[in-house]
């Protein structure tokens, strides 16, 4: 319960609108920190639903897989520079940025993530490090202004942002292929 009313807190502090608009002035804060920290507080709220709502969580994701895709798909959706600048103009979607993010995705993921095999954790992982590597590509190559509410420069930031984050995950596959993984014993 604890960790559930964190996570509310943090989700209505998100949503005030002062917060919203300065992180939503900036680009890469916009798409690097404002949208994850929204499914951290999913994460964080998924506890308690899964506790209030056990029969629906095995009946719907019993397997994990369902959850994954659906973060997937709400991820991927919010990736597209056109939804980052509707969120911004368009007041509905910004209204579906804040439900998406922590009950859409957030939430299936916590659920999902202890259930689904090691191969496919491998496989998420390897999808989203190959995604970033390919969306920061994109933000920094793309030789016209992406989002209408952005600077230039702005997208070419976001897209080292998306290639530093991809380096690191490419270097937590190494790490994570190349040392034991068996538990130590102390």
Known sequence: MKQFMYGLVFYIFLVLPPVANVMESIMIIHMHMQMPLLVV??????????????????????????????????????????????????????????????FLAGIPLRDSWKKISLLLKKIFFISFTVLFLGMGMLYIMAPIQLCNNYLLIEQIILGWGFLTTSFVMIIYLFYFRFTDQSPQEL
């Open 41 to 102: 507080t999913g994460f964080l709220m998924a506890k308690f639903f899964q506790q209030k709502f056990p029969g629906f969580f095995d009946k719907w994701n019993g397997n994990g897989v369902p959850g994954i895709v659906l973060f997937s798909i709400i991820w991927l959706y919010w990736m597209m520079p056109r939804t980052m600048d509707e969120a911004l103009t368009v007041q509905n979607v910004e209204l579906f940025k804040f439900i998406s993010l922590p």
